[in-house]
C-alpha cells in the first residue's frame, strides 16, 4: 500500500456546460480524469446525519460526487487528518489507495456518487481502522 497522505485527496472541478434548460457534467475515460473508471454505485436515502464508508482500499482509487445535497468526507492518513464538504454536482474528491474515508454529515436526500478504478473485491478493503493503522505503520 502506498504512503499518500490525506493532502493527496485532490478536489476537482468537472466543470460544466449550461444550456438554458439546464447544466451537464462529463467524466470520460482517457480524458484528464485521474483514473480509468471500472465500477459506479451511489450512495442515497441515507438519514440525515449519518455516515458511511469507514475504510481504505489497498488499490482502489475513488472519486465521489455530491450528485444531490451535500456530505463530508473524513480522510485520514494516520497521521493527518482533513475533511472535505461537497455540495455541487461538478466538483467530486478523488481519494487514491491508502487514504482510510468515511463519508458523514449527509444531508436529507443527498446522493454520492461513486466512481472506482477496479471492480469490487473484498481482498482490497481494510475494514478494521486498527489494522490499518498497523499496515501504514508498517508498510
Given at each position: 500500500m502506498n504512503k499518500l497522505s490525506v493532502f493527496d485527496c485532490s478536489v476537482i472541478d468537472l466543470g460544466k456546460i449550461s444550456f438554458d434548460e439546464g447544466n451537464l457534467t462529463v467524466?470520460?475515460?482517457n480524458s484528464d480524469f485521474p483514473f480509468d473508471v471500472k465500477r459506479v454505485f451511489y450512495l442515497y436515502d441515507i438519514a440525515g446525519g449519518?455516515?458511511?464508508?469507514?475504510?481504505?482500499?489497498?488499490?482502489c482509487h475513488?472519486?465521489?460526487?455530491?450528485?444531490?445535497?451535500?456530505?463530508?468526507?473524513?480522510l485520514d492518513d494516520g497521521k493527518y487528518k482533513r475533511q472535505v464538504f461537497l455540495n455541487r454536482p461538478d466538483i467530486g474528491l478523488h481519494i487514491p489507495?491508502?487514504?482510510?474515508?468515511s463519508e458523514i454529515n449527509f444531508s436529507s436526500?443527498?446522493?454520492?456518487?461513486?466512481?472506482?478504478?477496479h471492480?469490487?473485491?473484498?481482498?482490497?478493503?481494510?475494514?478494521?481502522y486498527e489494522d490499518y493503522l498497523s499496515i501504514r505503520k508498517n508498510g
Open positions: 467524466v470520460e475515460n449519518e455516515s458511511r464508508g469507514a475504510h481504505a482500499h489497498k488499490e475513488q472519486f465521489l460526487i455530491a450528485t444531490g445535497g451535500s456530505f463530508e468526507v473524513s489507495p491508502g487514504i482510510w474515508a436526500g443527498a446522493i454520492c456518487l461513486v466512481l472506482a478504478s471492480t469490487y473485491n473484498e481482498e482490497d478493503y481494510i475494514r478494521n
